[in-house]
């Protein structure tokens, strides 16, 4: 437009004008001609704003700025970080001296602020001059020496010591503990358990145990070296460039990476571990695990070296860090940690070869692989951003399952993600998966960021295929490479290599909140040939957007059950699909390949689902179908191929259809399948089968797997016949499945235990009030009770004594509390005159617990007691 012309024109010319006058080095007068402005009336534009209503003006609300989480600002650019740590255990403190170099990002600086959480600061200095600092306990303010300018090089050397498990602690649901590191039975009194040390950096609690800027868009190379009794094992980032024994019985390991990582992302872990090592490739593997569980090292994390291979060729990417290792943690307070080239996982991971029945660790290895491109390579810039780490991560479980597994485990998989989300939605509500309004960073740790994160990029995947897929990723992580970064870089690499505009999709998917809930009905018009599907969109426009823009194909499956694909974009809310010249079908399936995140509501006939489970070829429709159909006579005319479907889902189904009762002639058919089924789901299925005709004639095959080598989901089946018959022959069994922690068993044996009602068995349970897996803690601890309760008066005290020491530990808080609420169980069956003596002992217990207790969550649930 001409108007805007001119206005760029004579900008210019005033731009230029303006430079002559500065860059000039003598004195002469410049003279500036202007050019001719030309001049025209405009449309004199108005700009109005609607009145503020009575209810705005009522609402505070409304009179301000919505929250916005940012990105952390970054005066100083960290550079190198240098560590000399050693652990007074009985203190549980960590007395370090951190070296570390830095510069300023931009402007100049004459001062650092660093993040120190809990510490004991006894000397700061730079080379041999000591440093002015202010320190109140969290943020750590250093007064330099003089200013520093871009560029220019800063190392401060810290000495001090820090003190995690002394300072105030708090957690979430997903990392139950922010102290940063931990000691595990630091005084070895526990016979039970490991001494450790290890460390939980996300999300900024590193800085409980060394100084650093902890945020994740901060990035470091660094070296620390660890000073420990020679019988421990130590681990951390990067290489081990030197081991050395010192003459006092210690050794000090020093590890060294050179490639930048986030601070959160640093780690240690010391203990007693059988480490167990393999080079494939030139890339040294490393699995730390108890001795007991040595033989099974490579197998609790299988598949490790060609997972790496796998993701490194889809991405078109090398792993991008000097080794991978792998540790177990006791009393881990999450589920598993990516630290880089260093791995922490709980230790519900450390399975012997029987629990490792059908019963892998594939998914987690996958998930935390995967994080050393998307999170430790390419780190969200804000936890706001975090599903650009936790949406991959939870993607690649699915990515794995379907190259290593097939179509159908990988779906299966999925399904289960959906359905956490969704659940998640109904019961906690929707927010967007780039959640810059969070209330608390911790809360990012949800359903959104991993499961929706996941099941969104699958939708991306499809929407922009398969080869495009790949391709934008590895320009994601090339350009992206050691930065941090926003969705917005994600969509960028998509749209400049697919040339599609995508900012409807991420607006849609990442930048909103919520998903479709659709309402489908299938009609065929026999006198035109043409079938109708009619899609509504039924959301709420509160937690939802009103409309979705949706991609998909729609499947047609005629009477011979052939499959034919439609393309079908809906951008309305309701939307009819027609396809024409087309003979009745068998059944229509409107997201034909269940590509989409989406609640679907849909009727089908009893055919239509007899046609989905024998023509369709994925695993969610005939999954529904079967499920569906399991109750109907018609589902005997498909049992046959059922019982040889590829998937162990399916076979199970059709097992648990036959009723021996009915069907005697089926039982040698059930007994092969127990015998010779590959999973041991079906096994199971056939074992529980067989257990509703005679007791007497399968006991001697709950005795072969009892002491055989089968699937412990089978022996805890086995185990529970038994009870449920009474057989005198339970206890010579049962004893042997004593220590084994798979949940099932343990759930099991609790119970019987608990029933005897003799005493002996409690320390069966005590010796595992600490380690039960959470799965199984809350029937274990209510087993417990129900076996505590009929013991001496002094042997509930000498008990509640031991629970009150998981309540104050640093623990799991989930583990706290229902230590805690068993006290108080046993409180409340005092009540009866004469029993007044019993009740102020435990009470005296329980008011320790509280008044000792800080976190705000475990305070809020103690009131009731």
Known sequence: M????????????????MLLMTSCGGTKEVVMVAPPIEEEMLDTLVVTAPPITKEEQEDPIAQVLPPYNPSATRYMDLLHTTLDLRFDWNNQWVIGTANIEMTPVFYPQSSVELDAKGFDINRISKGAKELKYAYDGIKLMIFLDRTYTRGEKVNLIIDYIAKPNEGPEGGSAAITSDKGLFFINPLGEDPNKPMQIWTQGETENNSRWYPTFDKPNERMSQQISMTVDDKYSTLSNGELISSIRNADGTRTDTWKQDKPHAPYLTMVAVGEYAVVKEEVEGLEYLYYVEEPYRPYAKTIFNHTPEMIDFFSKKLAYEYPWDKYAQV???????????????????????????????????????????????????????WANLTLQEGFANYSEYLWFEYKYGRDRADKHRMSEMQGYLMSAQNQGTHPLIWYDHPNKELMFDAHSYNKGGLVLHMLRNLVGDDAFWASLNKYLRDNEFTAVEVDELRMAFEDVTGMD??????????????????????????????????????????????????????????????????????????????????????????????????????????????????????IDKLKAANALKRSPLFETVLENMLNEPHEDFR??????????????????????????????????????????????????????????????????????????????????????????????????????????????????????????????????????????????????????????????????????????????LEDRYSSPGQEVMKIKLRKILDEIINQETDEQLQSRYRSF
């Not at 729609?554 to 003979?583: H, Q, S, V, W």
């Not at 343990?746 to 595992?768: H, P, Q, T």
């Open 502 to 619: 995508l900012q409807w999709f991420f607006d849609q998917w990442y930048l909103s909140a919520g998903h479709p809930i659709l309402e489908i009905k299938y009609e065929y018009i026999a006198e035109e040939r043409k079938q109708l599907i009619h899609v509504d969109q039924v959301q709420n426009d509160e937690d939802h957007l009103p409309v979705y823009r949706l991609e998909t194909e729609i499947a047609l499956y005629d009477k011979k059950g052939n499959a034919t694909f439609y393309p079908a974009t809906m951008d309305t809310r309701n939307t009819t699909f027609e396809i024409e010249n087309i003979d009745q079908p068998s059944v229509v399936v409107y997201d034909g390949h269940n590509d989409l995140l989406a609640v679907v509501n849909q009727a089908r006939s009893t055919e239509e689902n007899l046609a989905l489970l024998k023509y369709s070829d994925n695993y």
């Open 652 to 825: 199970e189904l059709a097992v648990e259809y036959i009723n021996l009762r009915k069907q005697p002639d089926q039982k040698e058919r059930v007994e092969s399948i127990l015998d010779s089924d590959p999973h041991s789901s079906v096994r199971n299925a056939a074992l529980n089968s067989l257990l509703k005709t005679d007791y007497a004639s399968v006991k001697p095959k709950l005795v072969n797997i009892l002491t055989g080598n089968d699937a412990y989901s089978l022996a805890a089946t086995a185990l529970k016949a038994m009870k449920r018959n009474n057989d005198p022959d339970l206890m010579n069994y049962v004893g042997d499945y004593e220590k084994v922690n798979y949940p099932a068993i343990v759930s099991i044996v609790a119970d019987i235990y608990s029933s005897s009602g003799n005493g002996k068995y409690l320390g069966f349970f005590e010796d595992r009030l600490e380690s039960v897996s959470l799965f199984a803690m809350f029937n274990f601890y209510n087993k417990y009770f129900d076996l505590l309760k009929l013991q001496s008066e002094e042997r509930q005290i000498e008990a509640a004594m031991k629970l009150k020491e998981i309540a104050l530990s640093g623990g799991n808080m989930f583990r706290k509390f229902v230590a805690t609420s068993t006290i108080n169980k």
């Open 328 to 382: 177990i943690a006791r009393d881990y307070v999450s589920g598993a940690m990516e630290n880089t080239g260093a791995v922490v996982f709980g230790e519900f991971v450390q399975k012997t070869g029987r629990e490792l029945i059908d019963n892998d660790n594939d998914y987690i290895v996958a998930h935390e692989l995967f994080h050393h491109w998307f999170g430790d390579l390419v780190t969200c810039e804000s």
């Open 2 to 17: 001409i108007r805007e012309i001119h206005q760029i024109i004579n900008k210019t010319f005033l731009l230029s004008a």
